[in-house]
Each structure stands twice: as C-alpha cells, then as structure tokens.
C-alpha cells in the first residue's frame, strides 16, 4: 500500500489504492445503533445510473421529468463530454434528502453507490481489450465504524447480499457507452450538442425517451416491428435497453437499430459530410501548427 505523497496540497484520498477481485474477503458490518449511524447519509456525493433514477422515479411516483428536476443535478463527466447525474441534497445542507432517523427511506430502490458502499466499482476497458472489465477498491473513511466490526465476507458475497448484480447488469450498456467514449477519444470528434442532448434525454429522461420513440418522426427514420416497438414503449427496463442500442447507433454509427431505406440514404450523405468536415479541421489545424513552427 503507497503512502500518501509528502507535502501534497490534498487530503490522502479514503479510497485504498490496492484494485480487489470479487473473491478478496473483507470485513464490515453497517448496523442500526452503530456510533456512526447515518454519518455516511449526512454528506453526499451520488451519482446516479439511468437504472437507479427508473428505480427511484418510480417509487416515488414521479416522471422521470420531474424526478430529474426535484431531486437530481447534473454534471459533466469529462470536458466536452457526456453528462452524468447526481443526488440533489437537502436544501442548503450536504445531507441525502431520503435520510431518516430510522435509516435510508428509500431503502428497497437505494442507488447503485450505496448499495456498494463502502466498496467501490471499478469499470475498466483494458488497452486494446473491446469489453469492460470490472475491479473494486475499498473506501475507508475516518468516520465510518463498519470497518471496526468483526463481521467477514468476501466482495462477490456483499454484492449479492446488497442486490449489485441486477444493478450491474441493468447499467451494463450505459456504461460500455461511456467507456467507449472515453477510449475512442477524439477519433469520434467532439459529439455534437445534439448527441449530447440525445445522451442525456435516452439515459436518465425515460419517460421523454419513450415519447420520442412513440413519434411518428422515429418510426420515419427506424424500422422496429410493431409488437416489438409496443412491447418497448410499455416496459420501462426493455425502453432503457433500447435507448443504449439506440446511442451505439447514434453516438458510434454501430448498425444497432435497423434502418428504412431512405433514412440510410440520408445518413450515409451526412455521416460523409462529417467526414469531410473533420478532415478539413485536421488540415486547418496541421497548417496552423506548421505556420507557428
Ligand atoms: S439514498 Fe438512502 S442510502 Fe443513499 S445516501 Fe440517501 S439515505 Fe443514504
Ligand atoms: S458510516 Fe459506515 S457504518 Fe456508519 S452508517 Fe454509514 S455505512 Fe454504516
């Protein structure tokens, strides 16, 4: 384990620099009547996947819409990139709005992060690897007394025990999305506002996603059969899994949604248009550098 560096101007991090596989045991316990009880709900910092805001808007009886405007803020995952989305927090305070005296009253549909803490998801794409790959870390911080309880498990068992693999699996897709993104780099170009608004209306605004699919402006362009299209717009998790089929499409050009005839056309001349603009900014910048030279 690395000491923290001398003289650096941050707090050494609580998230333990040693990456864990699922079968490392750990120890821990969070328990009603612990010294620590709701310190880790008093100060947050969540960000949320598209399967946790389905999750909450739903429990709460809310649109995605609205949950997103009541309860959420965004952030920029990268610069000029995708947005994520955290947990908003009481009003003028650092504390999770959920936290009750009893403990989480959202227990049953809690986010992704707090059913992990206090271990950390890692998802990786390995270098010249074309799938993900996942690693933990544990996070230690001062406050938390769990890790002083004698109770032993190993990572693989905490995650069943916590629910993670129907979590995991379920924001499988929206992930591959960001770390394709993120390891395609410039290759792809700075995306578009456009992209950018369509990541963030498929991802984390289902239910305006789901009109947008429901348009007959969609059906012009994308060829879905009927039952099939009917079976999506009536399942909130198979509309969600659309959506990251429908991004690979959009973000990445993948064929992941067939298209009608004249559509492809269409996006064939645009798609060479882009082409060619991206060339031409190349070429701009290559004469620009040579001309500082
Ligand atoms: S959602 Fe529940 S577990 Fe998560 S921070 Fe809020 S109160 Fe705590
Ligand atoms: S700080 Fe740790 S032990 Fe205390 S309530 Fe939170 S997770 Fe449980």
Redesign the pocket.
Known sequence: MSAPLENSPFPPSPVQPALLEGDRTIRFQ?RKG?G?????CSNIDIALTPYDILRLKSRLGLSSTEFLRDYTVPYEMEKDGIAGVKLRSVEGGTACRFMTPEGCGVYADRPTACRY??VALLAMRKQGEATDSSAYALVKEA????HEEPRAFTIDQYREEQGLPEYDALAHGWRELILKKKSSGPTVGKPSRRSLELFFMTCYDLDRFRAFVASDGFSAVYDVPAAELKAILEDDVMLMTFGFRFLRQVLFGEASIPMRGEAVGERRARLAEKNRRLEREAAARMAQDEDLE
């Open positions: 969070c612990i620590c009880w709701n310190a880790c803490y206090p406050h938390c007394l769990g």
